[in-house]
């Protein structure tokens, strides 16, 4: 298995709403990392994940929380979320956090009403 | 601080051959990758250069000069699929990968 895989493909939801962006991989990968993409621009880095600890918050507010329940899975916990934070979301991993490729997912295409 | 750039956008012709160029400024360059992005898709990893030189690998070839801070992708027999943002993106020192704006590249028959 030589893929990442997200949930949802696509999710609308509300100011008001709690939602989670699901990824995961089977390539045995001890980093993990979210991305946030608007269009026409490249992606942007919000967290990374190195052996299920949180190791790189870049400065991502608290509407958005990470959770590594496991060395597989990689979580993005959305709530109170505003219409500038329409995106896709990415989902990378690369062997570890010294490893320099990182393979992602196909994103998660959020749309806040 | 590090700063990339591409051209925004390049047109080329199906089976011909296009080179999207790339420079850097960076304080602490540990290697550099190209990345190809279709429109809604998931960026996918095509070359990755720390060393001088060109990397050939099928249609795609990537070269890079450290101490011109410069980088080429170079595309041959150019087809309709290829049609996608290509991204220099660095790898710096801090182990993070630095994006450019991308190369939206429009392959007409």
């Known amino acids: 298995d030589t893929e990442v895989t997200q949930t949802p493909k696509h999710l609308v939801m509300g100011m008001t709403n709690k939602k989670s962006l699901k990824c995961e991989q089977h390539m045995g990968h001890r980093a993990m990392y979210w991305y946030k993409q608007k269009a026409k621009k490249p992606p942007e880095l919000m967290f990374v994940y190195s052996y299920e600890k949180l190791s790189i918050n870049e400065s991502v507010p608290s509407r958005f929380s990470p959770e590594c329940p496991n060395s597989s899975l990689l979580n993005l916990h959305l709530h109170a979320l505003q219409p500038e934070d329409s995106a896709l979301y990415l989902c990378?991993?690369?062997?570890?956090?010294?490893?320099?490729?990182?393979?992602f997912g196909p994103g998660t295409r959020l749309l806040v009403l | 601080g590090q700063n990339i750039d591409q051209p925004t956008e390049m047109t080329a012709t199906e089976g011909a051959i296009v080179q999207i160029n790339c420079t850097y400024q960076?304080?602490?360059?540990?290697?550099l990758f190209w990345y190809q992005q279709h429109a809604g898709e998931a960026p996918t990893f095509l070359s990755y250069n720390v060393l001088d030189g060109l990397e050939e690998k099928g249609r795609f070839s990537s070269f890079l000069s450290r101490s011109k801070g410069y980088s080429y992708l170079l595309l041959k027999e150019l087809q309709m699929k290829d049609s996608a943002s290509y991204l220099c993106?660095?790898?710096?020192?801090?182990?993070?990968?630095?994006f450019g704006q991308g190369t939206e590249l429009s392959v007409k028959p």
């Open positions: 990378a991993s690369s062997q570890d956090p010294r490893a320099k490729t990182q393979y």
């Open positions: 960076t304080s602490g360059f540990n290697g």
């Open positions: 993106v660095l790898y710096n020192q801090g182990g993070k990968l630095i």
